[in-house]
């Protein structure tokens, strides 16, 4: 072989070995990777994790994508690949546990008809293709779980590690979490008495929405049986026996999963009046809860009589003044929308709150007690302009703009809900109310509450705990209202189906907290990923400062054009009514002079508004010419000065 | 290695005793300025986003015919004057020669791309942009240039003439290109199975710069851009030794 052959030989190998090098690579090197986004939106999250390593029987992934139909749409297959890829990630963190198929059903074929069995949506494309994009999970049990379609929009985009997590947490816990009620309020419903023309009133609808996810069960409020529980709700606790706070209260000891919702002004609570037939009784009766014993225990209190006021969540209303004829849009201090900012980002219960936000009418305040030893961790809390007023004032009907108008804010931050943890003792030293005289009960106190309580240190005739078996697991919030169906949904009539809509995320509020509470922390603890959107904060701001400035001198200048036009038209009609020759010449020029000035007027308005944009648009011209030419411009100069001096080094020599 | 620095310093040097290398630094920065607000309306009215994924867009496409403008002379023109004959005569082997020929090419490219500094100011002085993503997105640009020299460069060792090494050039990369080009693929689904498709995707600069443009850095990312260089570099060296004989 000559040199030439041998070097087409060697070339050739060289080529082989480059396809053969990415190839491998292709399949093996997939995990190595360095994901520099600042969400890291490429890798999976600890919460994630745990959950795939935690997996004890195998769960089935069935990712269903119609590739040649995605193919067409390049920002849609890029997020399939990026669920795609969170998949394979779940699947490595499994250890074999979980086993993913990925399935390109075809038009017609039987794996199409399979995934449409399974849940998965088809969605037909203005082109007429039809698309898949789903996934379906099944456990050993069968029990089946389907994301019919990832939807596309940025929002459902950040919690998609979420939703995929949920997914298989749900497959992997496939027993419902069973949660007791306690409550004051009538929350199944109530009967009404026709006598009285009271109505009744239909069940809550927070407790369908929870049983699509829990048992939900509404224990009686006193001689409960909690052995059947595993999270355990207070709403409202209003008048509550000491038999019931002690249950709660062993509850609590036991370290198992309790939340709790008070309310120092309850506006939906029927009231506990003395007098049912007078109706008037129901303005006067009691609508506040709280459990100060079991709280002082725990180390917080809920400010007493208080209603926590804010002037800058206040959600604005067009209210109407005491004199009936104007009205006027104004923040209610009492009614306050909660966002991003007022929920902790730490927590996985407020995590992923705040698209939508909370909304909260006549909350109370919760304060950390300074003798308290927990770990009372505000989740969720007021704005600066915040204020504590006396809850009096909100027994009946209160009004908006006094309340607006006394309103001096504290400027600090009030807490309207709370995680507390630690070790406590009980609020009942003497133990079990009522069986004071027999040391030793013959019941075990506190029937279920710490018969669960697996440390052993609890049996039957032990007379209840006095320390925490386990550190208490509490989350408390200062308003019961929100959970009822005015304050996080709408109904929406669709023919003769009804919808439900949510207008808060209340909903999510308390079923955050149970998920939470009751161990599914790994999954609450998933972070929502990838900034959906970075707008130019500079415009905006620009923007803000530029309607700040205008605001003043278009409001000025539609007055002026408003007198304007007033005086103009009470010239004409003079000009009417007088005869023509009473019409002065200096009237005449004053008609003149005022529609000049009217149309100046006009004039200078426009020019505002336009002025609005100017600023952003002049910004928007530097920066282009400062990018495109102002770089080519210095390395132009600096080729010119060194030709130059090269030049001048040339002649010298 | 030392002398692979010499001729990266001569080279390098001669890059700025004439214009060309201003030219082509100007150009380059015009037309990527141009593109991203013009084109790519990376302002639209105030209402873009701080991200630099519409200003690295343009970067394949860019590089498809300014790079190869900046190869076609690292051979062609040496071969052509005779001063291939000159360098030949110099203690230096011919891999070394290959070597610091593209590598002073590669620093003058990065030279170039670092100059659109001011886009980085720009979007930190707007928004608050992803910088992980965007050095991410720096790093594989930088990568991509180096293939498409690589390229350019070994072509360029195969004529004379510096048009033909040019045309030649531009024709490989953009077959490198197409094969990532999401249209392209699209014409070609119809008939070919998926995972060949994917296979002649996975060879495309335009998938691995995708990958690199949006932040996750691939452990094969890097190996299909180092492998390419190698091969290309390779190929030139032995280009040269096939000439040689001639």
Redesign the interface.
């Known amino acids: 072989m000559n ?2 052959n041998l ?1 087409w030989v ?2 050739g190998l ?2 082989v ?3 053969a ?3 491998a ?2 399949i093996t ?2 995990p ?8 890291k ?2 890798t999976l999250d600890e919460g994630s994790k745990s959950i795939a390593k935690g997996l004890e029987e195998p769960i089935n992934l069935y990712f269903y994508l119609t ?2 139909v995605a ?2 749409h ?1 920002d849609l ?1 890029e997020y399939a690949d990026r669920v795609l890829g969170i998949l394979r990630e779940y699947q490595r963190a499994s250890g074999g546990s979980l086993l993913l198929s990925v399935i ?1 059903p075809e038009p017609f074929s039987e794996e199409e008809d399979l995934a449409v069995e399974r849940g998965v949506q088809g969605v037909t494309l203005p082109s007429g293709d039809v698309l898949y994009f789903g996934l379906v999970g099944t456990n050993a049990t069968d029990d089946s779980e389907a994301i019919p379609f990832f939807a596309l929009d940025p929002d459902t985009q950040r919690t998609l590690e979420y939703d995929l997590s949920k997914l298989v947490w749900t497959l992997a816990h496939p027993n419902k979490k069973r949660v007791g009620i306690l409550t004051a309020l009538p929350l199944e419903g109530s009967g009404g008495n026709p006598m009285f023309g009271q109505q009744g009133e239909p069940a809550w609808r927070i407790l369908e929405e929870l049983r699509a996810f829990f048992e939900v069960e509404v224990l009686p409020t006193t001689d409960a049986d909690l052995a059947k529980i595993d999270v355990l709700l207070v709403i409202h606790p209003r008048g509550f026996g000491e038999e019931t706070l002690y249950q709660i209260d062993q509850w609590a000891l036991a370290g198992k999963p309790l939340i709790v919702f008070v309310d120092p002004q309850c506006d939906v609570d029927p009231g506990a009046s003395d007098d049912p037939t007078n109706p008037m009784s129901r303005f006067t009766a009691k609508k506040d809860s709280d459990m100060e014993k079991l709280f002082r225990a725990w180390g917080f209190e809920l400010a007493k009589n208080q209603v926590a006021c804010d002037r800058k969540l206040g959600v604005r209303q067009t209210v109407r003044a005491r004199d009936g004829r104007s009205q006027s849009e104004l923040p209610v201090v009492f009614l306050l929308q909660l966002g991003e900012d007022e929920a902790s980002r730490g927590d996985p219960i407020t995590r992923l709150l705040g698209k939508v936000g909370l909304l909260t009418v006549t909350p109370g305040s919760l304060r950390k007690l300074a003798e308290g030893t927990t770990t009372f961790t505000p989740i969720l809390e007021t704005s600066e302009e915040a204020k504590e007023l006396d809850s009096a004032q909100f027994q009946f009907m209160p009004e908006p703009q006094q309340l607006l108008a006394s309103f001096v804010p504290d400027y600090k931050r009030l807490t309207l809900g709370a995680r507390v943890t630690g070790n406590v003792q009980t609020a009942f030293p003497a133990g079990k109310p009522g069986a004071v005289e027999e040391p030793m009960p013959e019941e075990g106190p506190a029937d279920g509450a710490t018969e669960g309580a697996d440390d052993g240190q609890t049996t039957e005739k032990s007379p209840g705990l006095k320390d925490s078996a386990r550190p208490l697991n509490l989350v408390v919030f200062s308003d019961a209202d929100l959970l009822h169906d005015r304050w996080w949904m709408r109904e929406i009539r669709i023919g003769s189906s009804v919808l439900v809509q949510p207008i808060s995320e209340n909903v999510d509020l308390l079923k955050n907290s149970i998920e939470s509470a009751s161990g599914g922390q790994d999954l609450l603890g998933i972070r929502t990923r990838g ?1 959906t ?7 905006q701001e ?2 803000r400062d530029a309607d700040q400035r205008s605001l003043a001198r278009q409001e000025e200048l539609e007055r002026e054009l408003q007198d304007a036009e007033r005086r103009l038209k009470e010239l004409q009609k003079a000009k009417s009514e007088g005869s023509e020759e009473l019409v002065t010449a200096e009237q005449r020029k004053e008609e003149a002079t005022v529609r000049e000035k009217f149309l100046q007027t006009r004039r200078d308005l426009r020019e505002v508004r336009h002025q609005l ?1 100017r600023d ?2 002049r ?2 011209a530097s ?2 010419w ?7 411009a210095l ?2 100069a ?2 010119l000065l ?2 130059g001096w090269r030049a001048q080094q040339r002649r010298q020599r | 290695m030392r002398k692979v620095f010499t001729i990266l310093k001569r080279e390098l040097a001669g890059y ?1 005793a004439t ?1 060309v290398a ?1 030219v082509f ?2 150009i380059f ?2 037309l990527s ?2 593109f ?2 013009q084109l790519g309306d990376f ?1 639209n ?7 630099l994924s519409g200003f690295f867009n343009w970067h394949p496409w860019l590089y498809l015919f300014l790079i190869p403008a900046l190869s076609m002379r690292l051979w062609a023109e040496e071969r052509k004057q005779g001063t291939i004959e000159l360098l030949m005569t110099l203690p230096i082997t011919l891999p070394q020669a290959v070597l610091g020929k593209f590598l002073a090419a590669w620093l003058f490219a990065g030279v170039a791309l670092a ?2 500094f ?2 980085w100011i ?1 979007v930190n ?9 965007i ?2 997105g720096f790093l594989g640009s930088l990568l991509m240039s180096g293939g498409f020299l690589a390229i350019g460069s070994c072509v360029s060792a195969l004529t004379k003439n510096q048009v033909i090494a040019f045309v030649l050039s531009v024709s490989i990369c953009l077959v490198f290109l197409m094969t990532g080009f ?1 249209p392209v ?2 014409i070609f ?2 008939w070919l199975p ?1 995972a060949v498709i994917e ?1 002649i995707a ?2 495309s600069f335009l998938t691995h710069f995708d990958g690199l443009a ?7 990312d890097l ?2 851009f180092a ?2 260089i ?2 290309a570099l ?2 030139n060296t ?1 280009l040269l ?2 000439k040689k ?1 001639d």
């Open positions: 040199k030439r070097t060697v070339a060289a080529l070995l480059f396809f090098i990415n190839i690579a292709n090197l997939r190595m990777r360095l994901d520099l986004t600042e969400d939106v490429f590739r040649s193919r067409n390049p297959l390109d900034k959107s970075r707008p130019f904060e500079r415009v620009i923007k944009h952003i648009e910004l928007g920066l282009k400062l990018n495109i030419g102002l770089v080519p390395v132009c600096t080729a060194l030709g | 700025f214009p201003y630094i100007v920065l015009l300025g141009f991203t607000f302002y009215d105030g209402n873009g986003q701080a991200t100059l659109t001011p886009m720009t002085y707007l928004g608050d942009p992803d910088n992980g993503t050095a991410a999401t693929i699209g689904s119809g998926a296979a996975s060879f949006k932040g996750l850095i691939e452990a094969r190996v299909f492998s390419l190698g091969l390779y190929a032995l030794e096939l004989a």
